[in-house]
């Protein structure tokens, strides 16, 4: 089984996305674990290059059993080919990499979506920014991520099964 290559993307690379990125890596360890995963973070504003992730995702991850290993990075025109999927944490990051994807020439784009795109309970269709919030922000981001998460992970074991299925050969 090929699993997606997969990009989590946010302003910073401090908050939002490398929280997606380790609660990702948590789960599909859990439900996929005999296939290893491609999977990342990046930022749109090089403001934070080379930190590690705030002290609160830090603190909040490790409350959900989640460990970090990430230091911030800008996005590359490589990415957008590398990776299969960019999930955007709001709807500017979004309008962000679609013209960066256009800037750069790609002829064949990944699919870039909205993290929210896969939450059940949408609201805003955002991922709040918690940097210059409470640590109840921060724990409000990780439920939101937790289950846009499952739900894409869904997505993607549908999508590789119904890919290696006998019909779609």
Same mark, same amino acid.
């Given at each position: ?20 990125? %380790? @609660? ?5 360890? #859990?439900?996929?674990? !005999?296939?290893?995963?491609?999977? &990342? $973070? ?15 995702t830090l603190l909040v991850a490790h409350q959900h059993g989640i460990t970090l290993n990430h230091r911030a990075r800008l ?29 750069? %020439? @790609? ?5 870039? #979506?909205?993290?929210? !795109?896969?939450?059940?309970?949408? &609201? $805003? ?45």
């Amino acid at each position: 089984m090929r699993l997606p290559k997969v990009l989590f993307v946010c302003l910073g690379n401090i908050c939002r996305s490398p929280l997606a990125e %380790g @609660i990702f890596r948590h789960q599909i360890a #859990r439900r996929v674990p !005999d296939h290893p995963m491609i999977v &990342d $973070s990046a930022g749109l504003d090089d403001y934070h290059v080379g930190e590690p992730p705030d002290a609160r995702t830090l603190l909040v991850a490790h409350q959900h059993g989640i460990t970090l290993n990430h230091r911030a990075r800008l996005i590359t025109p490589e990415d957008l080919q590398r990776f299969d999927y960019i999930l955007a944490m709001d709807r500017s990051n979004l309008r962000k990499l679609q013209k960066l994807a256009r800037q750069y %020439g @790609i002829a064949d784009p990944p699919e870039i #979506r909205l993290m929210r !795109d896969f939450d059940p309970q949408p &609201d $805003s269709g955002e991922v709040p920014d918690p940097y210059y919030g409470t640590m109840e922000d921060f724990e409000a981001v990780y439920q939101i991520l937790d289950r846009s998460i499952h739900h894409f992970i869904d997505f993607l074991l549908n999508s590789v099964i119904r890919s290696e299925s006998p019909q779609h050969r």
